[in-house]
C-alpha cells in the first residue's frame, strides 16, 4: 500500500489520491501543441463544443419526447415545441447542430487531408476519425427517425432497403434490421435506443480513441514541418516563449481554440434562431404515412454526397458504388504514396486531386437532392464516375510524387 | 492575413454547397406561383351599391339563404348539427354570421350567382359528371338581380365583425374549419373538441365526429389533412398561394378556391402559426439576446487570446 501523509490543503489531499498535478501536466501544461497553426486547428474544439451542445440538449428532449409511433410526432412537435418550457430551444439547437456538426466534420477531415495530416504516424488519428463519421453518420440517421415524420418514415424506408443488396434479395435482413416488413413500432424502439445509448457510448469511446491517437504524433502543423518536441519544449520552459516553436494547450491553444469558439458559437446561435430551416426539412413536419410517398425522397445534405455515387447507377453496380465510398476515405493513409508529409499545395499532382476531389464532391451533394432527370441526372454520372476514378489513380499521382 | 484568406476559401465554398443545395434545389423542385394578393382577376368586380335592410329581406326572405345557412349573430340557428347536414350536403354549410368580414365581396358576389365557378369546382360540378353543386344558385328573386345580390353581400357586411374585431381563430373557423381539423389547437371540423365530464358524452361527440368526416370523406374523395404544422411542413407562401386557388398546385383538386380577403388570410396563417409554431415571438427575443451576449462573448475570448498570446509572438 501507498504510503499517504496528512494532507495540509485540499489540492494535496486530491493529489495524493488522483496525481491531479500530474494529470495536468500531462494532459494541458505540457500537451505541446505547434504554434505555427491557424484557426482550422480549432475545429477539433469546435466539434468538441457542438458534441456537448447535442448532448445536452438531448437530454433535455429525452425527457419529453415519446418513443411510439402514435405519439412519437405530436411529443415532438406539440409537447416538445409548444408545451414545455424552451422546449423549442433545446429541440431546435439538437436539430441545427446535428447539421452544422457535419459542417464542420467535413472542414476538418478536408483540413486533415490539405495538410497530409494523416500521413507518418498520424494514420491512427485518420482512421479513429473516419470511424467517429460513421458513428456520427449512423446518430445522425437514427436521430433522423425519431420525430416519425415523412421524411423519417421514407427515409428509414430507403436506406433500410439498401441491405437487401440488390439482386442478392437478402430480404431477411431487411426484415431482421427493421423488426418488420415496413418501418413500424419495433423500428422506431430500436432507433431510439441506437440514438440515445448504443451510438452515443460508441461515440464517447471514438472521442477518447481520437485523442489518445494525438498524444503520441502530436498535432500536424501548417507546414508540415517535423519539431523536435523535446527540444522546442525546453525553450519554452527556459522561458524563450516566442522562440520555441511549440505552445502549451492550456492556456495557449485553448485561448485560441476558445476565440473561434466564440465567432463559430455566433454563427451557430444565428442560424439556431433565425436560419434553422435548412436542418429542418419542411416535409418532415407531416406525420409518417405509409400510404403517401413524398414527390421527393432525399437524404440531409452531409449524406447527399454519398447518395449521389449510389443514385445515378443500376442497382447492383450503385450498391457496389456506395459501398465503396463509405469506405475508401479509411484507406487514404495507405493510398497515398508520397513519402511528403506537407501541405498540398507543395506536392504537384495531389494539389489537384485535392480540389477536384473537393468540388467533385460539391457537386455530388447538389445533385444527390435534384430530381434525377434529365442534365443533373447526367452530371451526377460523371461526378460519381469522377469520384470513383479520383480514388483510383491517387496511389499512382502520389507514387509518382518527388520527395521535397 | 493568410488566415482571413483561409477563412475565405471555407465560407466560399460553404455558401456555394448551401446555394445549391438550399435556394437552388427548393426552386428546381417546386414550383413557383405568384400570388394575386387576393384579388380574384378573373371574376367581376360589384357594379351596384347595396343596400343592407333590403339585403336583410332577401337573405331571410327570397334569396331562401338561410334553409341551409345558421346566422347565429342574427339569431338564426342551424335547421341540423354538422354530422347530420354534412350526410345532406357533404359538408356543413357555413354560419353566415362571419362571412361578410371573411370573404371577398366579387366572390360572394360570383358565388350567390355561380358557386362552383366561383370556387373554382366545374371540373367536378358539370354537366357530364352529373353532378351539381350542393348550393343552390341564386336566379333572382323577380327585381335587378346584380342589385340584389349588392343588397345581400350589404347586409352580410353589416352584421359582420369589423376588420379589427375579426380574431385570427374566427377567419379560420369560417373560411377552413369545416374541412380541416387542427388538433393541436383542439379544432375539430365539428368545433372546437370540449373538456367532457362524462365518458359517454365524449363517445358521442366522437362518433358524431366520425360520421361527419365519414361524410366529408365520400364528399372531398379523401379526409382533409390536419394543419397543425402547414406553417411549417408548408410554409406561409405556399398556404397563402394555395388558398387564392388550389388548382395552381393540385389540378383537379376537389378543395375549393376559398376566396378570402388578403386580411383574412393575414388571420388564418397567424391562426396556423399559432398552431405550428406557437413560441414564435419568444424565440424572436431570445435569439436577440443571445445575440448580444455573444458578442460580449467573442470580446472576452479575443481578449484572453491575445492576453495569453502577447509573450508567445
Not at chain 1, 475545429?43 to 456537448?52: K, P, R
Not at chain 1, 456520427?136 to 440517421?141: H, L, V
Not at chain 2, 342551424?78 to 366579387?106: C, E, H, I, Q, R
Request: hydrophobic letters at 50%; proline letters at 5%.
Amino acid at each position: 500500500m501507498a504510503h499517504f501523509e496528512k494532507a495540509t490543503s485540499v489540492h494535496d489531499w486530491l493529489n495524493q489520491r488522483l496525481a491531479i498535478d500530474t494529470v495536468r501536466r500531462v494532459m494541458a501544461t505540457e500537451y505541446w501543441i505547434p504554434k505555427n497553426i491557424n484557426f482550422l486547428w480549432a475545429m477539433g474544439m469546435v466539434l468538441a463544443v457542438t458534441f456537448g451542445l447535442l448532448l445536452v440538449s438531448g437530454i433535455f428532449l429525452l425527457m419529453y419526447y415519446q418513443p411510439n409511433v402514435a405519439t412519437a410526432f405530436d411529443s415532438v412537435n406539440y409537447t416538445i415545441m409548444r408545451e414545455v418550457e424552451f422546449g423549442w430551444l433545446w429541440r431546435h439547437v439538437h436539430g441545427v447542430a446535428a447539421s452544422v456538426v457535419f459542417l464542420i466534420i467535413y472542414i476538418h477531415m478536408f483540413t486533415g487531408i490539405y495538410y497530409g495530416s494523416y500521413k507518418k504516424g498520424r494514420e491512427m488519428i485518420w482512421i479513429s476519425g473516419m470511424l467517429l463519421f460513421v458513428a456520427f453518420s449512423a446518430e445522425a440517421f437514427s436521430g433522423y427517425m425519431l420525430p416519425w415524420g415523412q421524411m423519417s418514415y421514407w427515409a428509414g424506408m430507403v436506406i433500410t432497403n439498401l441491405f437487401a443488396g440488390g439482386s442478392l434479395h437478402a430480404d431477411g435482413l431487411v426484415e431482421w434490421i427493421r423488426g418488420d416488413y415496413v418501418p413500424a413500432q419495433a423500428f422506431l424502439t430500436r432507433f431510439f435506443m441506437l440514438h440515445v445509448l448504443l451510438i452515443p457510448l460508441a461515440i464517447l469511446g471514438l472521442i477518447g480513441l481520437h485523442f489518445a491517437a494525438l498524444r503520441i504524433p502530436h498535432v500536424n502543423n501548417q507546414d508540415g514541418e517535423e519539431i523536435d518536441f523535446d527540444a522546442e519544449a525546453k525553450k519554452y520552459l527556459a522561458g524563450d516563449k516566442a522562440g520555441s516553436k511549440v505552445i502549451r494547450f492550456a492556456n495557449d491553444f485553448m485561448a485560441k481554440d476558445m476565440m473561434v469558439v466564440a465567432f463559430y458559437l455566433f454563427f451557430f446561435f444565428y442560424l439556431v434562431f433565425f436560419h434553422y430551416d435548412f436542418a429542418m426539412d419542411p416535409v418532415n413536419f407531416d406525420p409518417a404515412d405509409g400510404l403517401k410517398t413524398p414527390a421527393h425522397i432525399y437524404p440531409e445534405w452531409y449524406f447527399l454526397w454519398s447518395y449521389e455515387i449510389l443514385r445515378p447507377f443500376p442497382t447492383d453496380p450503385g450498391l457496389i458504388a456506395f459501398a465503396f465510398a463509405q469506405v475508401i476515405f479509411f484507406l487514404l493513409p495507405f493510398l497515398d504514396r508520397s513519402p511528403n508529409a506537407v501541405p498540398a499545395n507543395r506536392r504537384g499532382l495531389f494539389k489537384i486531386w485535392f480540389w477536384a476531389m473537393l468540388v467533385d464532391m460539391i457537386v455530388l451533394t447538389a445533385m444527390g437532392k435534384l430530381p434525377p432527370q434529365g442534365i443533373f441526372s447526367t452530371i451526377g454520372l460523371y461526378a460519381a464516375l469522377t469520384f470513383i476514378g479520383l480514388w483510383v489513380v491517387l496511389p499512382f499521382i502520389t507514387k509518382l510524387e518527388r520527395k521535397l | 492575413m493568410k488566415e482571413l484568406f483561409i477563412l475565405g476559401v471555407v465560407t466560399t465554398f460553404t455558401l456555394i454547397t448551401y446555394y445549391l443545395v438550399e435556394p437552388f434545389a427548393h426552386h428546381q423542385m417546386h414550383k413557383h406561383v405568384e400570388s394575386e394578393g387576393f384579388a380574384y382577376k378573373d371574376l367581376p368586380a360589384l357594379t351596384k351599391k347595396g343596400d343592407a335592410t333590403r339585403g336583410k329581406d332577401l337573405v331571410m326572405g327570397a334569396g331562401a339563404c338561410t334553409g341551409c345557412h345558421a346566422i347565429k349573430v342574427a339569431g338564426i340557428e342551424p335547421s341540423m348539427d354538422p354530422a347530420t347536414a354534412a350526410a345532406s350536403y357533404g359538408v356543413n354549410p357555413p354560419d353566415l354570421s362571419n362571412a361578410g368580414a371573411v370573404y371577398a365581396p366579387k366572390f360572394l358576389a360570383t358565388l350567390i350567382k355561380n358557386p362552383a365557378h366561383a370556387l373554382v369546382l366545374e371540373h367536378k360540378f358539370n354537366e357530364k359528371t352529373g353532378r351539381t353543386f350542393p348550393m343552390a344558385q341564386f336566379y333572382g328573386a323577380g327585381g335587378d338581380m346584380d342589385q340584389e345580390i349588392a343588397d345581400m353581400i350589404a347586409y352580410l357586411q353589416s352584421i359582420a365583425p369589423k376588420t379589427e374585431e375579426l380574431t385570427p381563430k374566427m377567419a379560420f373557423e369560417t373560411a377552413c374549419g369545416r374541412c380541416h381539423a387542427v388538433h393541436y389547437e383542439k379544432w375539430t371540423q365539428i368545433g372546437e373538441k370540449p373538456k367532457f365530464k362524462k365518458k359517454q358524452d365524449e363517445l358521442a361527440f366522437e362518433t358524431n365526429l366520425v360520421n361527419y368526416q365519414d361524410s366529408l370523406k365520400a364528399y372531398m374523395g379523401k379526409l382533409p389533412p390536419d394543419l397543425s404544422m402547414y406553417i411549417r411542413s408548408r410554409g406561409e407562401h405556399y398556404i397563402k398561394t394555395f388558398v387564392e386557388n388550389p388548382q395552381n398546385y393540385l389540378k383537379g383538386t376537389a378543395m375549393p378556391r376559398v376566396g378570402v380577403t388578403a386580411e383574412s388570410a393575414e388571420k388564418v396563417i397567424e391562426y396556423l402559426e399559432d398552431a405550428g409554431d406557437a413560441k414564435r415571438h419568444e424565440r424572436a427575443e431570445v435569439g436577440m439576446n443571445v445575440m448580444i451576449y455573444m458578442i460580449f462573448f467573442i470580446i472576452a475570448a479575443v481578449l484572453w487570446k491575445k492576453e495569453v498570446w502577447r509573450d508567445l509572438h
